[in-house]
């Protein structure tokens, strides 16, 4: 992938799989492509070479209506209230009356009750974060791509939030294609981790996690034995990766 017909390389020869209900995280420094490769997999940005393929069909550049993207900025529109920037999904589906409960609940699960008529510009950071967190998780999608969706969030509502999406996508059946510069993030969340390094963006690792603690609660995957080798080596391959 370039940018424009003479821009530089942003990312070079990537390749990468995500199996059904896999949950995979990419790791990498900054300016590196993660971004981009997100883009181009929802379908947003065409790549200058390559395809997107998901259940056997090439997506390559159309948003794919399967795949809900929480985006490292949050966009949400301005001018709608919380509740109905949650409910965007089912309003475009003419669907609003299926999701009515469930975005109920989600406001409970997301700590949000009593915003629901609030606008973007009146809530925090972490607070527009999770509102953009509900829009993408509403109608479950089969992907789900998510962008240091939980960089915005103080430590323990990041620990409540993250097992309650390790718990969430194993219900619903989802696959999550996740990017992270937490590497604690990345190996109590992933099944798999791909390390990139920058300029041009390349992977340069790729690590299979397997803890032994199946738990979807945070703290206490973080405490399994096998922690601290999967930390190491993807801190290893990072420092490397940004000398
Ligand atoms: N629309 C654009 N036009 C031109 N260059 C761009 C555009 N978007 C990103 N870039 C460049 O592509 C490179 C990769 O950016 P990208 O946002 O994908 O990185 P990232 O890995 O997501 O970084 P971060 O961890 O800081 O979010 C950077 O050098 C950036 O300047
Ligand atoms: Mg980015």
Not at 145 to 166: F, N, R, T, V
Not at 192 to 207: A, C, F, N, Q, T
């Amino acid at each position: 992938m370039s940018y424009g017909d003479d821009g530089p390389e942003v990312l070079h020869d990537v390749s990468f799989h995500a199996y059904e209900q896999e949950f995979i995280t990419f790791v990498g420094p900054s300016g590196c492509g993660k971004s981009t490769l997100f883009n181009i997999v929802a379908g947003l940005l065409q790549p200058t070479a390559g395809s997107v393929v998901v259940d056997y069909k090439e997506t390559t550049g159309e948003p794919s209506k399967n795949i809900g993207y929480v985006l490292q900025k949050d966009l949400l529109l301005p001018w709608r209230t919380i509740r109905k920037n949650v409910m965007l999904g089912p309003e475009l589906s003419h669907s609003t009356k299926t999701y009515e409960n469930k975005v109920e609940a989600l406001f409970d699960t997301y700590h949000l009750h009593g915003y629901e008529q609030s606008y973007p510009d009146q809530l925090s950071g972490g607070m527009r974060q999770r509102a953009a967190l509900m829009r993408a998780m509403l109608m479950e999608p089969e992907i789900l791509l998510m962008d240091e969706a939980y960089k915005a969030l103080d430590y323990p509502l990041k620990i409540e939030l993250e097992s309650e999406l390790l718990e969430h996508v194993k219900t619903a059946k989802q696959t999550v294609i996740f990017v992270t510069h937490d590497i604690e993030e990345a190996v109590t969340l992933s099944d798999r981790v791909y390390i990139l390094k920058s300029h041009p963006g390349e992977i340069v690792d790729e690590l299979k996690i397997n803890l032994s603690c199946d738990s979807n609660n945070i703290n206490e995957r973080r405490l399994s034995p096998e922690f601290n080798t999967y930390y190491e080596r993807i801190w290893k391959t990072v420092e490397r990766g940004t000398k």
